[in-house]
């Protein structure tokens, strides 16, 4: 039902029936006595393998199991191609920690017993040609015992429990919430669950597009890049907790809603930073704005060389503001910053316009309970940590100091000698 949901080629099935081992002929003289209901009775490395190769984005051969003759067709198999969203199904897919490590999601079924033993009964005399009394001996002497030992056991392992199975459409219809919203998402914020990028629109994608082409003058760069830094700085200030609050509306009614946080501060990283003080103004009105200044040595050196910050910042909510995150170094140095200052590291939310992977990877490895908000993450750097596609140097075409000749290079900028000199 969540596949048929989807409707979507970026979402495959695999079944842990299909690993079911086929039956030795010493087995199969036996089959009455053999318990395919026990975790043996798959072949879980195979499993493994093959789960691998999906999150590795490459297809993988599914055994063929027939349940009818027990065992695995020799030559023939299904091929299940790469694909975002893996659903496996099965049984016993909890038993195994290795199995369950590889799941994003973990979901129990949960059915009466009266009910699965029906929907047994159905199932095997109609599809899987066998009598009742057989269907009811297998389920006395295997089924039933492997349920407590090791189905029911796994049930603490789900993340989400749904009661009534298939019946329960407003489950399923909030799963398929999930995965679309998960499908929506770029790769990154798969990864890092404390990245946000504001969700795109036509709107936005045009916005883009202005402040990235090369041929935009200064003035419609600083009026697009200021509507984007209006949307973040939203979108940011949606992240900070909220208490509730009742308010009586002029035709007497409650209306309960919410009271904004208290306690903030912004933090801008001089100079692009300074671009998204007036949006965070705009929005909080008297919020008092500290800031930090960064030179820029060469590759790697990095080195505090100004910083204004409210005394009571250890206290406060910290909007942490600067236009373009590339390679992290100076988000780096700023949040350590913060941090020495007392600022809770969760209390930090870093705004920013566009984000370069490696960024992202930097920041968010260092500081996983720090937020990000961005409005695009981009493909990549260059070898001269450029932002790429990016938008250039974005102080530069900010403020207009854009065409001064060997300040637009980006060859070991010093941040400070654009300011000092
Ligand atoms: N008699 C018999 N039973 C088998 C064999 N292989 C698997 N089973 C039974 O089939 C059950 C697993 O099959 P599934 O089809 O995964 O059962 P399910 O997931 O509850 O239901 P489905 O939605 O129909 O897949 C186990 O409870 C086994 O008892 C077999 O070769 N012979
Ligand atoms: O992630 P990083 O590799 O540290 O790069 C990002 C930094 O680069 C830009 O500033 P720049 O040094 O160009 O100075 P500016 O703000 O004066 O333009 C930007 O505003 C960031 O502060
Ligand atoms: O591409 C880049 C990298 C750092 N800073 C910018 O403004 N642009």
Redesign the pocket.
């Known amino acids: 039902m969540i596949i048929q949901q989807l409707h979507d080629h970026r979402v495959v099935l695999v079944n842990q029936d299909s690993f079911y081992r086929g039956l030795t002929a010493e087995e199969l003289a036996h089959v009455q006595e053999y318990n395919f209901d026990h975790p043996d009775a798959f072949d879980t490395e195979q499993l493994l393998d093959c789960i691998n190769t999906l999150k590795r984005g490459e297809p993988v051969q599914i055994p063929i199991y027939d349940f009818k003759t027990h065992q695995r067709c020799t030559d023939t198999f299904r091929k299940v191609n790469a694909a975002d969203v893996v659903i496996l199904e099965g049984i016993l897919v909890f038993h195994d920690r290795r199995v369950r490590g590889l799941m994003n999601m973990k979901i129990f079924v949960d059915t009466d017993a009266d009910v699965r033993l029906a929907r047994r009964i159905r199932r095997d005399t109609v599809e899987r040609g066998r009598d009742i009394n057989n269907v009811l001996e297998q389920y006395a002497k295997f089924v039933k015992p492997a349920f407590d030992d090791f189905v029911l056991p796994t049930k603490k392992c789900a993340d989400v429990i749904i009661p009534r199975g298939g019946d329960n459409h407003v489950a399923i219809d909030l799963i398929v919430q999930h995965i679309r919203t998960k499908l929506g998402q770029h790769d990154l914020c798969k990864i890092y669950s404390n990245v946000y990028v504001i969700q795109s629109t036509f709107q936005i994608r045009g916005m883009h597009t202005l402040i990235r082409d090369r041929e935009t003058m200064k003035h419609d760069f600083v009026f697009y890049a200021d509507r984007l830094i209006r949307l973040v700085v939203e979108h940011g200030l949606g992240h900070l907790p909220f208490t509730e609050k009742q308010v009586i509306t002029p035709t007497g009614s409650v209306y309960t809603g919410v009271d904004f946080c208290k306690q903030l501060c912004g933090v801008s990283?001089i100079?692009?930073?300074e671009s998204m003080e007036n949006a965070l103004r705009a929005c909080c009105k008297g919020i008092k704005i500290g800031k930090i200044l960064i030179h820029?040595d060469g590759d790697n050196g990095k080195q505090l060389i100004y910083e204004k910050l409210p005394r009571d910042i250890a206290e406060r909510h910290v909007l942490l503001l600067?236009?373009?995150?590339?390679?992290?170094?100076?988000?780096v140095q700023a949040i350590e910053l913060l941090l020495q200052k007392g600022v809770p590291e969760a209390r930090i939310i870093f705004l920013n316009l566009i984000s370069a992977p490696e960024?992202i990877h930097v920041v968010c490895r260092r500081f996983p309970r720090l937020k990000i908000v961005t409005s695009e993450i981009d493909a990549a750097l260059n070898e001269e940590?450029r932002v790429i596609p990016g938008m250039g140097?974005?102080?530069?075409r900010y403020f207009g100091t854009d065409d001064d000749g060997p300040d637009v290079i980006y060859d070991t900028?010093l941040?400070m000698s654009?300011h000092l000199n």
């Open positions: 990283i100079r692009s930073g820029r600067d236009p373009v995150l590339a390679t992290g170094n100076s988000a960024g940590y140097e974005f102080g530069d900028p941040k654009r």
